[in-house]
């Protein structure tokens, strides 16, 4: 087998690479080690930023983005006696969208199975060669078992946080920076209809809370809660009525309906770089992981994959190498600007029952919810930065 860029792991990163080249005319293969069913049900990401929107618009890809998805003009900002609204377009004339990862996943693959580029489900024993020189090559074990090898002119390692890719890279010389916070989070997504037009991020001395939604009839919240916590010491019921606790606002009620998800996620940053060895580039969570605060991790993988894409499409058919030589600097540029801010946000929102930090992290909200430039900074960061520069 032989393609242009051979691309490793399914997820947003990979598909909208391999899309996005397909539109330039460059062929590609997806390697992904997962069953379709199982990509496609993982429940993740939530917001997509103005620029993550209009990509995947202009790839062919809005139809049933602008149909289902909700469009958001800001988020609530609470703590206890308040509950602040930052008005995005009013601060930064830009809005987000609320359109799940499982449905971005669901289209990127509908169009690929559509006539785009093969998509191969269920391989393993995936391996990267050779990417010091002109012709690196994936060796992988198909779905039926049988031994393949893929020669390629540029590897992408989009494969995860837990892919075959990053090492890759390291061992030749890197650096990777890594933060682990003491709170996770737990999710449940639940049939009710959210009770707020806008998201909620509310801060109790309990822990933090995230009122999110799916739909006009699908809800998605979060707790701050240890990471030792188990899923089965939280009933619904303890879910829910930590939910009230931490929401609670005078005259408003969070509306409970059945929990069709729950599971705890840890909290992590994470950066490797740089995102480039040879012939194989990084892109998305394969080199970075943010804290989900920020709402950042998915748009970053877009961000990244549509430099990646540009440059790719440079060096394959112009034969110029100053696009893919600058890519992991400007790609690193924007991760840790969105590092920070997920930080930042994390930091603010999340409590660790010291009295000090919790008066700090008031009077940082008091400021952000009274202060035009604070608010301007956060809406700026939170609907998303300008791609490269
Ligand atoms: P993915 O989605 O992990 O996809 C990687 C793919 O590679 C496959 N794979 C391999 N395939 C072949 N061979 C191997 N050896 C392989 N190893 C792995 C995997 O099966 C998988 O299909 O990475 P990608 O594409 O870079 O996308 C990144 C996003 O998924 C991630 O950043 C976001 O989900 C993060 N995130 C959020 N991001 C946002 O922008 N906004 C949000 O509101 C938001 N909320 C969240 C989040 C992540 C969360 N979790 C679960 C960590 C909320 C949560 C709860
Ligand atoms: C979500 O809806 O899953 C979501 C929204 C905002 C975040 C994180 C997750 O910051």
């Given at each position: ?12 990163a ?7 080249l397909?539109?330039?005319?460059i ?7 997962r ?5 496609e ?7 997509l ?9 202009d790839?062919?890809?809005?139809d ?7 469009e958001?003009h800001?988020?609530y900002?609470q703590y ?6 930052l008005d ?19 289209d ?33 074990t ?7 090898v893929?020669?390629c ?24 920076w ?5 709170y ?28 999110s ?32 606790t ?11 309906g ?12 994470f ?41 790719l ?7 110029e ?5 600058s ?8 991760v840790w ?12 929102l ?11 992290q ?23 930065l300008?791609i490269?520069?």
């Open positions: 087998m032989r393609t242009q860029v051979g691309i490793i792991g399914a997820g947003p990979g598909l909208l690479l391999s899309r996005l397909h539109l330039q005319g062929d590609s293969v997806v390697l992904e080690n069953s379709r069913e199982y990509v049900a993982r429940i993740r990401a939530g917001i930023e103005q620029h993550t929107v209009d990509t995947l618009t790839a062919g890809l809005g049933r983005l602008h149909r289902e998805g909700l958001h800001g988020v900002l206890p006696g308040t509950r602040h609204e995005f377009p009013a601060l930064c004339d830009r809005t987000v969208w609320v359109y799940g990862q499982t449905e971005v996943t669901k990127l693959i509908a169009a690929q199975l559509d006539g785009g580029p093969p998509l191969l489900f269920e391989v393993s024993d995936v391996q990267v060669e050779d990417v010091d020189g002109e012709s690196p090559r994936i060796r992988f198909d779905a039926d078992g049988a031994a393949q893929l020669e002119d540029v590897v992408a390692g989009t494969d995860g946080f837990h892919g075959v890719s990053r090492p890759v890279v390291q061992q030749a010389g890197g650096r990777v890594e933060r682990t916070y003491p996770a989070w737990l999710g449940i997504l639940a049939d009710a209809a959210p009770a707020t037009d806008e998201l909620i991020y509310a801060w109790h001395p309990e822990g933090f809370g995230l009122y939604m799916r739909s006009p009839t699908v809800s998605r919240l979060y707790l701050q809660v240890d990471p030792s916590e188990k899923i089965e010491d939280w009933s619904d019921d303890r879910i829910w009525d930590a939910l009230d931490r929401f609670a606002h005078e005259g408003w009620s969070v509306n409970r059945p929990v069709t998800e729950k599971s705890i996620l840890p909290m992590r940053s950066v490797s770089a740089p995102m480039r060895r040879g012939r194989l580039f990084l892109a998305g969570d394969a080199a970075h992981i943010v804290p989900p605060t920020g709402a950042k991790g998915l748009n970053l993988a877009v961000a990244d994959v549509t430099l990646l894409a540009t440059a499409v440079r060096l394959l058919q112009e034969k190498t100053d696009l893919v030589d890519y992991s600097d400007r790609a690193l540029a924007r600007r969105c590092t920070h801010f997920s930080w930042w946000m994390t930091s603010m999340h409590t660790s029952g010291d009295d000090f930090d919790a008066e700090l008031l009077s940082q909200l008091r400021r952000v919810c009274s202060s035009e430039a604070a608010a301007r900074e956060l809406a700026e960061n939170y609907t998303g300008p490269d520069g």
